[in-house]
């Protein structure tokens, strides 16, 4: 299994980003998937993650109200449309893949995951 994250890039704040995902090697049907960052000297965090089986979502607080994941299941993707840009946003964006569903507790953990991608690079100026 392999996730392809892009979407990442230089905005100003206040600016909107679309993230995406694509998994290869799995049609995902009952997975769960999310998005992480790093921020530069910071611990990885999540983000957002979503539960292929039922499409139920769940948000970081600091970035509930803004972001939305969504899913593809035609395409086997997932995004993350980001509005209203912070300068707090700018980190390193990671994909995560979990063979199926998570409760919630466990859908926030990093070690939940088995499969991440690359990262890519979100940079929000002031």
């Known amino acids: 299994v392999q996730l392809q994250a892009s979407g990442g890039g230089l905005v100003q704040a206040g600016a909107s980003l679309r993230l995406s995902c694509e998994a290869s090697?799995?049609?995902?049907?009952?997975?769960?998937m999310a998005w992480f960052r790093q921020a530069p000297g910071k611990e990885r965090e999540f983000v957002a993650g979503i539960r292929w089986s039922d499409n139920n979502k769940f948000y970081a607080p600091s970035v509930k109200g803004r972001f939305t994941i969504s899913r593809d299941h035609a395409k086997n993707s997932v995004y993350l449309q980001m509005n209203s840009l912070e300068p707090e946003d700018t980190a390193v964006y990671y994909c995560?893949?979990?063979?199926?569903?998570?409760?919630?507790?466990?859908?926030?953990?990093?070690?939940?995951?088995?499969?991440w991608g690359q990262g890519t690079l979100v940079t929000v100026s002031s």
């Open positions: 995560a893949l979990r063979f199926g569903s998570l409760i919630l507790s466990s859908l926030k953990q990093e070690s939940s995951y088995d499969y």
């Open positions: 090697g799995r049609t995902l049907s009952r997975d769960t």
